[in-house]
């Protein structure tokens, strides 16, 4: 069974880099087809979609995030990852990592989530 | 970006209830349009993708369908387990775009 999880600092400090990596197990990130997400909640703007990335290095943005956003896979690892860079209290929210059946598409599974807070 | 707009925001039902959220999106998605559950502190759950294909496990008590631009998640008889938070999620278009939630809360 296909499982992911986040993992990265739950603090950061205004103005500087979020970086959150995702850990994919029971399955490879190579598989065809599958595109690997990022995903955030906020109380204050729900579910928002960040960027998707293939194992080639093929990415998606959310044009309301690509100027400070960058998505990288590592194969070996099975593992991608989020850099979110000149943060603000804005972008305090549950991050979430999720497979997608190819782009644009669904998201299944997802994994736990982790909390950021973005505070001095 | 299109905007997915949900009704009701809060619903209360009984056990045995049949239920019926709604999503409207803001122009055509040709059913581009997948439904999730969340319960406090866990991810969302996809329960249905292609507005009415049922994700896999997800029980046939939930159901989906289509109607121009509205798209319709049905709870045939609600169980305990069912009292969640629902959201809908286009992606006919990028940015993907979800709905705000609709929270099912138990009368």
Redesign the interface.
Known sequence: QLRLQESGPGLVKPSETLSLTCTVSGGSITSNSYYWAWIRQSPGKGLEWIGSIYNSGSTYYNPSLKSRVTLSVDTSRNQFSLRLTSVTAADTAVYYCARQFGIPNWFDPWGQGTLVTISS | ?IHMTQSPSSLSASVGDRVTITCRAGQGISS?L?WFQQKPG?????LL?GASGL?SGVPSRFSGSASGTDYTLTISSLQPEDFATY?C?Q???????????TRLEIK
């Open positions: 970006d581009s997948a866990k991810a969302p759950n996809l993708y994700a959201y999620q992606y006919y278009f990028i940015p993907i775009t979800f709905g705000q939630g």
